[in-house]
C-alpha cells in the first residue's frame, strides 16, 4: 500500500500533466483560429477585407496604437478596479449578515428578486445624468451589476456551511466575529468565488458599455470610436486588445481561486 505521500506526489504528477496537456490543447486550438483567420483574409481571401481585416494588419495596428491601448487599459481598470472593490467591500459583509441571520434573509428577499434581475446596463443612461462625472456613473454602474451576484453568492454560501461545523465552533467558544470569519467566511468561500467570477464578467461589459456611449478614453471607447468613422481594422484591434485584457483577468482571478481554495485539495 502506497503511503499517503506517496499518493500526494502522484497526483500532483497527475494535475502537472493534466495542466501541460490542456496547454498544448489550447495553443492548438488557438493556431487553427489563426490560421482559419489567416487563409480567409490574406492567402486566399473570401472576406470583405474592409470589414474583415487581416491579421497582419491588427498587429501592425496594435503596434502603431500600443500608447493609445496603454492609456486605454489604465483607464479602464481604473474604473473596473473601483466599482469591483466596492461591491466586494459590501456585498460580502452583507452577504455573511444576511445569510446567517435567517429572518433578516426572510424580509430582505423579495427586495433582491427585485433588484437582482434588473440588467443593470439599463441604468447607465440615468447615472450618467444624475451623477456629477462619467467617472462617478461608471464606477456606480459597475457597483451595481457586480454586487448582486456577489451578495446573493454568499448568502447561499453561508446557508450552505454544513450546521455541524458550526455547533463544533460553537462548542470550542467561537461566537460572534470570530465565527464569521473563521467558519461561515471560508466555508462559503466557493460559493463567493464562483458569484466573483460572474461579477467580473458582468463588471467587464458594463464598463465596455459604459464607455461605448459617454467616455472619451478607454477600450469601450476606442471601439466606439473608430467605428463611427468606419475604421473597422481598428475596430478588430480594439476587440482583441478587450479578448486578452478579459483573458488575462480570468486567469488571475482563477489563480486566486485556486490559491483560496487549496484546502480542497487537501481534504480531496
Request: net charge positive; glycine share 8%; proline share 6%.
Amino acid at each position: 500500500m502506497r503511503s499517503a505521500g506517496q499518493s500526494s506526489q502522484a497526483m500532483s504528477q497527475t494535475l502537472s500533466q493534466i495542466k501541460k496537456q490542456t496547454g498544448r490543447d489550447r495553443l492548438l486550438i488557438l493556431s487553427a483560429i489563426l490560421l482559419l483567420w489567416f487563409l480567409a483574409t490574406d492567402a486566399a481571401p473570401v472576406l470583405d477585407p474592409f470589414l474583415f481585416p487581416s491579421p497582419r494588419k491588427v498587429a501592425l495596428l496594435l503596434w502603431q496604437d500600443a500608447p493609445v491601448f496603454g492609456k486605454s487599459i489604465v483607464s479602464s481598470l481604473y474604473l473596473l478596479v473601483s466599482g469591483l472593490f466596492l461591491a466586494v467591500v459590501t456585498a460580502i459583509p452583507l452577504g455573511l449578515v444576511v445569510g446567517w441571520q435567517r429572518r433578516l434573509h426572510r424580509a430582505i428577499e423579495p427586495v433582491t428578486n427585485l433588484l437582482g434581475p434588473i440588467p443593470p446596463i439599463v441604468y447607465i443612461p440615468y447615472a450618467i445624468a444624475l451623477l456629477p462625472t462619467f467617472t462617478a456613473s461608471s464606477v456606480f454602474v459597475i457597483f451595481v451589476g457586480a454586487f448582486w451576484p456577489l451578495f446573493i453568492n454568499t448568502v447561499a454560501g453561508v446557508q450552505a456551511v454544513e450546521k455541524g461545523l458550526i455547533d463544533s465552533a460553537r462548542t470550542l467558544g467561537v461566537n460572534g466575529w470570530t465565527l464569521a470569519t473563521r467558519v461561515l467566511l471560508p466555508g462559503a468561500m466557493p460559493h463567493i468565488l464562483s458569484g466573483g467570477s460572474i461579477s467580473l464578467v458582468m463588471a467587464f461589459i458594463l464598463l465596455t458599455a459604459a464607455e461605448m456611449i459617454g467616455a472619451t478614453s478607454g477600450l469601450g471607447w476606442y471601439v466606439k470610436y473608430f467605428s463611427d468613422f468606419a475604421d473597422y481594422s481598428r475596430v478588430v484591434a480594439g476587440i482583441v486588445v478587450i479578448g486578452c485584457v478579459v483573458l488575462l483577468l480570468m486567469t488571475l482571478f482563477r489563480r486566486l481561486s485556486d490559491h483560496l481554495l487549496r484546502w480542497r485539495r487537501v481534504r480531496q
